[in-house]
């Protein structure tokens, strides 16, 4: 949905109890997942694992949803909480491009080498 439609569509976007018709905005296809193995090792694979909706494909931005915009900052430090500080180094859950945090050593710390 455009974001200057947002405002005059006949309910709030935003509401979380509503579905915007697919006749209205139809679906629009971002990727494909592929799962195609089983894992090997419960705790390093499912235990550690840690999904965010913050961490967005570039070019597409987050909409201005309150409970979305609420998430992106409580999905992230939830897992630095659970797994620690440098849960993004973890193999489940590193980047196949390289990335730049400003964290440094401390608890889970793991390098690639």
């Known amino acids: 949905m455009p974001f200057e439609?947002?405002?005059?569509?006949?309910?709030?976007?935003f509401d979380l109890t509503k579905v915007w018709p697919h006749r209205d905005y139809p679906l629009i296809?971002?990727?494909?997942m592929t799962l195609d193995r089983n894992f090997t090792d419960y705790?390093?694979?499912?235990e550690q694992a840690a999904f965010e909706v913050s961490n967005?494909?570039?070019?597409?931005?987050?909409?201005?949803?309150?409970?979305?915009?609420g998430r992106m900052f409580a999905y992230p430090d939830a897992h630095r909480a659970r797994i620690g500080t440098n849960y993004n180094l973890l193999?489940?859950?590193?980047?196949?491009?390289?990335?730049h945090s400003y964290s440094k050593d401390g608890a889970m710390r793991y390098r690639n080498t």
């Open 29 to 32: 296809d971002v990727g494909r």
């Open 43 to 46: 705790h390093s694979e499912i």
């Open 91 to 99: 193999p489940v859950n590193a980047p196949r491009s390289p990335i």
């Open 5 to 13: 439609d947002a405002e005059s569509y006949r309910f709030n976007p």
């Open 56 to 69: 967005l494909v570039p070019g597409i931005g987050p909409s201005p949803d309150r409970m979305l915009l």
